[in-house]
Every structure is written in C-alpha cells, then in structure tokens.
C-alpha cells in the first residue's frame, strides 16, 4: 500500500510505502510519461484479451488491426525460426515466440513511430530519428512486453535488434534476424539468399555476418546506416 502526494510547487510527486516504511519521489515528468504510455497501450490494446497463446493472440492483435500481411509474414518468419532453431539447438518457444511478436509494432504507424517512441520512454538514437521506420524493432519489444506479457529478456531483446541485429548479439539474436530475412515477402528470390545459406551451412554466426556483408555492401545506398548494424560488423565481419 502506498499513498502519493503532490509537492508545493506540483514537480514532484511523493510517495510512501506502507510495507517497507519507506519514502520515494517521483518527478511530475516521469508521471506525466508513465500516464501517456497506458493511454497509447490501452488505445492499440482496445479490445484485446490476450489468451497466452502467442501465435494465437498475436494473429489475433493484427487481424483486429488490419493487417494481414503482417499475420502472414510473422507466420513465415515463425515457421523460418522454428526450423532454425531446431538446426542450431537454440530453444524453440523462446525463437517462435519472438518471431510471432517481432513485427507486433506495426499497428503503430511509422508517421507515429518516432512520438510513439519517445512517449514510451524509448531511447531513440539520431539514425531512428531520422527514419521512424526503423524504430518498429524496440517498439515491438515494448508491445511484447506490455500487451502480451513477455518477460524474458532474452526474447525482448531477439525482438528488438531483429533489423539491425546488435554487438554481442546472442544466438537467438541472429536467429531472429537471419529467420525474417529468410521469410521473404517481396516476388522472386532475395539477392542474398545463396549468400544466406551458404553461411547457414557452417554456423549462426556466419549467416549473420553474410548479411551484414550485404547491408555493409548497400549501406551508401540505405536511408540511415545504424551504428548498431555498424557495430554488429565489426563485431561478426571483422569490418574496420
Ligand atoms: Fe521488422
Ligand atoms: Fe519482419
């Protein structure tokens, strides 16, 4: 139990906690942003009543948005990561679940990307910024955790550098990334695609590096070059 009050001069909020007998303080700001992230959960929420079932409830989320070539898509790269993730011995829930949720942020609108972020307390870096777009990945981990209760960091973090992939990237990591690459959802082959399964032939790791290679190869030609991307290169191509 804890009951709050407002200072004088309405900048901070106080607070003390019945149980351990302790006083706290939250700044009106940090209030003010916790206030307006219910409200645009509880907007994109709607209706929803999440069973627990992922794939069920996230094929449910985005059909009551609209969008099913998102449903179809996640599906593909669910079915991408299941298949991956018995190949390389990483576990399989954890793989499908984040492939079902990786997208879950696209009923968020790129023209509402980059406020959706900020208002979520998102730290949003100059490249996202400067393309919302990319910014679908950490909000999709957000979403995972406050619509469909996903707790471990392990699959919120798959979700949330499922575009750039990262440093230090995890085996569940790059089987997400490489996962949605593989599910292509474009008419024809993708460009990399040999290049792809040549490296998946030998590990995870090399299948990531072989597309960041490519990404390394475009990136004069990308809207913004992430310095997470640029990072994972370093990291896995061994790129200066
Ligand atoms: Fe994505
Ligand atoms: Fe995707």
Not at 72 to 99: I, K, N
Not at 161 to 177: E, I, N, Q
Not at 214 to 231: F, G, I, M
Request: net charge neutral; aromatic share 8%; hydrophobic share 50%.
């Amino acid at each position: 139990m804890r009951k709050a009050w407002i200072s004088p001069d309405k900048t901070h909020r106080f607070w003390f906690h019945r149980k351990t007998a302790t006083i706290g303080r939250q700044s009106q700001a940090i209030a003010f942003i916790i206030k307006r992230m219910q409200s645009l959960i509880l907007l994109l929420a709607g209706s929803f009543q999440p069973s627990g079932n992922i794939p069920h409830d996230a094929a449910n989320f985005l059909g009551m948005h609209h969008l099913p070539q998102i449903i179809q898509h996640s599906a593909g790269v669910a079915a991408e990561a299941a298949r991956l993730a018995a190949r390389f011995g990483v576990d399989g829930r954890q793989a499908e679940t984040a492939a079902w949720l990786h997208d879950i942020s696209a009923v968020i609108p790129t023209s509402q990307r980059l406020e959706s972020a900020r208002g979520l307390g998102i730290a949003v870096l100059p490249e996202e910024a400067a393309c919302p777009m990319i910014l679908h990945q950490k909000l999709s981990a957000v979403l995972a955790a406050d619509l469909f209760s996903v707790t471990d960091p392990a699959v919120l973090s798959a979700i949330a550098c499922h575009t750039t992939l990262k440093p230090g990237a995890s085996p569940l990591d790059m089987l997400v990334f490489i996962a949605d690459k593989l599910a292509w959802d474009q008419p024809g082959e993708p460009p990399y695609l040999s290049q792809l399964q040549a490296g998946l032939a030998v590990s995870l790791q090399k299948a990531a590096a072989a597309f960041l290679m490519h990404l390394w190869e475009q990136r004069a030609h990308l809207p913004v070059w992430h310095p997470w991307t640029e990072a994972a290169c370093r990291d896995l191509v061994g790129l200066e």
